[in-house]
């Protein structure tokens, strides 16, 4: 744990239980928005590859691809088009942030009461509940995002969060089964592999981020420790990061590759073999692992900022 966490372990509440759930919910949230907004273009140029975009796999695999990629979509929709669909993120990840962090500090002080019950497994466990927390609640704002994400074609009309989501419903009622009687399902697509995915990834991320700190903490002198602590965080949330991507991003390919599957199959979900299947043919096994290089340059910053932030959110707002 860092060293605020268990310093706030071991006192007495100083808040009570809503005002705790408040402060700690905005400086989650705070973390998240920032983040997010400062990889925004490298998200969309990710999703574009691993969605297999006619326009952009051409940048897959190229020395320059990113560079270039980004270059394109500012020549060809403007510098907005990079971030094309990051309203619909931030509506996303800020309440995912603000209560998959508050959910961890619940959690962890529940798995984790004291130094000695804080096992690699508590702490896998306590980051793959987090994350799975708010999934349910968050995950349509991500579908939608996916969607304006990988929208390419140049019209007069720049694609908005609710053409998306008039486009997602109408996938849902021309398609027969349940989804016709239930369109809002069609929002769900790539659900199930997201929460498969979610388990190693956020409980990774969360397991390496505890570990590391608690190394630093037992080979650093305090005063080191003191004065370079968001130096550490911001390396140790790039190092669990970037462990969590490569070891689940295959599954991350299929989540998203089934979440813009309504482009290509408006009246259908295709399922997680179908989806298997497609991006063999397409790429092979190489396309499983298409923009992991952006990927990996994406969650650098991404989790160093998310929790280096986080705790300096805790350390302002006193909790």
């Known amino acids: 744990m860092s060293r605020d966490s268990s310093v706030a372990r071991n006192e007495k509440p ?22 997010k907004t400062a990889v925004a273009p490298l998200d969309r140029v990710k999703i574009l590859l691993q969605t297999h975009n006619a326009e952009f796999i051409r940048f897959a695999g190229t020395r320059d691809g990113l560079l270039c990629a980004l270059q394109y979509i500012a020549q060809t929709q403007g510098v907005r ?3 094309q669909g990051h309203t619909l993120t931030l509506a996303r990840a800020i309440p ?43 995950y349509p704002f991500e579908l939608i995002r ?27 009622r021309s398609s027969g089964g349940i989804t016709g009687l239930v369109p809002f399902l069609h929002f769900y697509r790539g659900f199930t592999v997201s929460l498969l995915g979610t388990v190693p990834y956020r409980g990774g991320i ?20 003191q004065a370079n602590q968001t130096r550490i965080h911001l390396a140790v949330g790039a190092i669990a990061g970037t462990v969590a991507q490569i070891f689940t991003y295959p599954l991350e390919v299929i989540r998203r590759t089934q979440q813009a599957s309504g482009k290509g199959t408006p009246n259908r979900m295709i399922g ?17 692992f298409t923009g992991l290089g952006i990927g990996l340059v994406k969650q650098v910053p991404t989790h160093s ?8 959110a805790k350390k302002a707002l006193n909790i």
Not at 206 to 225: D, G, H, K, M, S
Not at 305 to 312: D, R, V
Request: aromatic share 12%.
């Open 272 to 288: 997680f073999q179908e989806t298997v299947r497609s991006v063999w043919m397409a790429a092979g096994w190489r396309g499983f």
């Open 96 to 138: 995912h942030a603000a209560v998959g962090y508050t959910v961890y500090e619940k959690v962890s002080k529940w798995l984790m009461p004291t130094p000695e019950s804080q096992t690699s497994f508590r702490r896998l466990t306590a980051g793959a509940i987090t994350g799975m927390s708010a999934m349910p609640l968050t």
């Open 305 to 312: 900022l998310s929790l280096a932030s986080w705790q300096l």
């Open 206 to 225: 969360f397991l390496v981020w505890e570990t590391l700190n608690a190394q630093a903490r037992a080979v650093l002198p305090p005063a080191t420790l």
């Open 14 to 35: 100083r808040y009570s239980q809503t005002e705790f759930i408040v402060r700690s919910a905005l400086a989650g949230g705070f973390a998240g928005g920032l983040a």
């Open 81 to 83: 088009g990079l971030y």
């Open 146 to 172: 996916v969607r304006l994400a990988v929208e390419t074609n140049q019209t007069a009309t720049r694609p908005t969060p609710w053409s998306a989501v008039r486009g997602i419903m109408a996938e849902g």
